[in-house]
C-alpha cells in the first residue's frame, strides 16, 4: 500500500501522526503527549474525513 499513518515522536518528545505516501508525508497533527492521543487523532481523520467539504481559494 503506498499511503499510510505513521505515528513518530519528535525531537521534543511528542508524539505525532503522518499521513504518508510513498516516503512523502503529506501532512501531520500537532503534537500529543501521549501515542494512544496520535492514534485517537488518526481515527478522527478516518471517520470525518470523508465527510469533510472541500474549499478551493
Known sequence: ???KFVIEQNKSGDYVAKFKYNAETIFWTE??????????AIELILKNGPQATVEEG
Open 1 to 3: 500500500m503506498a499511503h
Open 31 to 40: 503534537g500529543y503527549s501521549s501515542k494512544a492521543g496520535a492514534k485517537n
